[in-house]
């Protein structure tokens, strides 16, 4: 069926639609109801266990020496390859091992590891269990997973001793020793510590275990049916404020989608190989490095290592060659990097790109010039697509897979079918097509969008109060007169350095501690690599001196506090920062200021605080 029909049928009964798709997944219940619109849960009757649906029954249907799971570490010069029954095997063995720390069906467990296969084979394993994961990316410090502890209330936590980047070594146990330190939930089953060669960690006695020992201990473990909206995982992603949203996903809706999605947008077959550079810390990695793939029966490749230097620019295009990659999917952000390394893409140019079809950008905005470049350089079709963690699977897109060809630069492609969008000016108008507003999409979300965020519904509640009948998205867009959706940017605190999504606000409570600061802002500032990079503004103390000390003391909280993905480019000390008359910063013209746009300040603010922030801009 093509694009269009599909997407008829989808908004025309999406009801039907969904119960059809979920026809993709083996029930041990199949809904008799597809959406109850009272609590709007989808498949509320359904039962199943994901964990079954992405391992165990492929190899039911025969398929497992088929591969599953291809780990690639150019970091530590590692490689393995995983068949479906080996993998089902080192799931259900994972599974025991921590059920027998008393895990059990709606218990959480925090992931704080490194690309490691165990990571993967830990997820699946809480998915077995019918117990609830959250990932941890390894790149948060200590004070930001013990927010996320004291959230969830884990009953174990899952860690390694260290994880690598380009020239060290990240050791992971004692951010996990601070964070468990910190939190004030201490976790009933301790924790599993995977040890590597490189750096072993110490072990807690009496609240550590090692994890070869536990493994080998342990006996193999089987399903859990969940009801279908049963809790997944939950993914914490930054809100306006310091603390994180726990993004909850359900079992059903998101396994339906997923399996859905792999063929319909990225026209992905069972026994072909798919790639997402990402983390399984991000949505990304979550639904496209673990899920998606596994759930429709592909093999999926998990890489330890960055676009460059590890060893070089021409890694991605190696692996695809290796292992006849048909589909990557990466951030922009890592082809800024490559095209920086590699202006002539000679690597590309060496490369056995055969295999590869299609390649898919998310995460930030794709600028046209990367998006030409690389589309020039692979002679294939380069797609942006777009969506949030809050959604868990794409919303925009150009849905390769049901034959749409038609890219526009600029654009992050049409509707996915069961999504419905609309941009509404600030006081809740449609605005013309073409014209820039609020993006919104339309209620009921479809299956495998959030439904609540952990501990907090009002929180979740907020995010569909401003404009009625719609959840609000964050982003800026605009729907042009052929259903194209072009993004802005986003209309909050939220930016994004390098894919990852970060919250200034967060930061600005970490550089106001300091005792020196009276008053700061930060903002986004735009970034030719990664395309934004955190700058911070900030107003001292009458008679601070040392202000070299202060900006190193600044720079040094925001690592600790926060973590290295959030360290800022620069902070800037001012007289004074811009503000409305009621007192609200101009972070706007901040960030107008430092991206060198034409500036138009009000006339109700202060010049002055201008003119220093100006100075300070230009000085450098
Ligand atoms: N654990 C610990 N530290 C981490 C980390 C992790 N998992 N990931 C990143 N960091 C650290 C980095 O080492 C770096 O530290 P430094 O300031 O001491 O050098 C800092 O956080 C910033 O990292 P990053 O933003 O990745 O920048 P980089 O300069 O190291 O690398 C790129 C630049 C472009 C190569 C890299 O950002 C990249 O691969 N981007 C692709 C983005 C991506 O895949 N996003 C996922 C969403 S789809
Ligand atoms: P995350 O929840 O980390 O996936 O971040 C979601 C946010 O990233 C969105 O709200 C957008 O602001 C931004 N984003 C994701 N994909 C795109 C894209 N293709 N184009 C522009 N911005 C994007």
Known sequence: ???????????????????????????????????????????????????????????AAGRGDATALIYESPITGRAATY?????????????????????????????????????????????????????????????????????CQPSLVLSASCGFEPGRTIAYKPLLDHALELAAHKPAGGAIIFQREELAADLMAGRDLDWASAYEAAQPVDCVNVASADPLYILYTSGTTGTPKGVVRDNGGHATVLHWSMSTIYGMETGETYWAASDIGWVVGHSYIVYGPLLKGCATLLFEGKPIGTPDAGIFWNLIGRHQVKVLFTAPTAIRAIRRADPDGAFIDQASLSSL??????????????????????????????????????????????????????????????????????????????????????????????????????????????????????????????????????????????????????????????????????????DELKGEMPVGFAVTRPGTEDLDAVLQELKVSIRSDIGPIASPRTIYFVDGLPKTRSGKILRNLLRDILNGADIVVPQTIEDASVISVIEQVVKG
Not at 387 to 402: H, K, N, S, V
Request: charged share 20%; net charge negative; hydrophobic share 45%.
């Open 1 to 59: 069926m093509s694009f269009a029909d599909v997407a008829a049928q989808a908004g025309a009964d999406p009801e039907a639609f969904w119960l059809e798709a979920a026809k993709g997944l083996d029930w041990a219940k199949f809904p008799t109801t597809p959406h109850d619109g009272g609590s709007d849960t989808w498949f509320p009757d359904g039962e199943l266990n994901t964990c079954y649906n992405a391992v165990d029954r492929h190899v």
């Open 357 to 526: 079809t299609a390649l898919f950008l998310a995460g930030e905005r794709a600028d046209p010039d990367t998006l030409l470049w690389i589309a020039g350089k692979l002679d294939r079709p380069v797609i942006d697509h777009w969506w949030q963690t809050e959604l868990g699977w794409p919303a925009i897109a150009t849905c390769f897979g049901l034959g749409e060809t038609e890219i526009r630069v600029g654009s992050a492609g049409h509707a996915v079918p069961g999504y419905r969008f609309n941009v509404k000016n600030d006081v809740g108008d449609d605005v013309p097509a073409g014209t820039v507003g609020n993006l919104l999409i339309e209620q009921p979300l479809p299956p495998g969008a959030f439904r609540s965020l952990w501990n907090n519904p009002e929180r979740f509640q907020a995010g569909f109060v401003d404009f009625p009948g719609h959840y609000t998205t964050g982003d800026a867009g605009m729907i042009d007169a052929d259903g194209f959706i072009h993004i802005m940017g986003r209309t909050d605190d939220i930016i994004n350095v390098a894919g990852h999504r970060l919250s200034t606000g967060q930061m600005e409570e970490v550089v106001a501690n300091h005792p020196k600061v009276v008053e700061c802002a930060v903002v986004g500032a735009a």
């Open 83 to 151: 068949s479906f029954a080996e993998l089902q095997d080192h799931v259900a063995r994972t599974a025991g091992m921590i059920a027998a720390r008393g895990v059990a069906k709606g218990d959480r467990v925090i992931i704080y590891m490194p690309m490691v296969p165990e990571a993967v084979f830990a997820m699946l394993a809480c998915a077995r269990l019918g117990a609830v994961h959250s990932v941890v990316f390894g790149g948060f410090a200590a004070p930001e997973l013990a927010k996320r502890i004291d959230d």
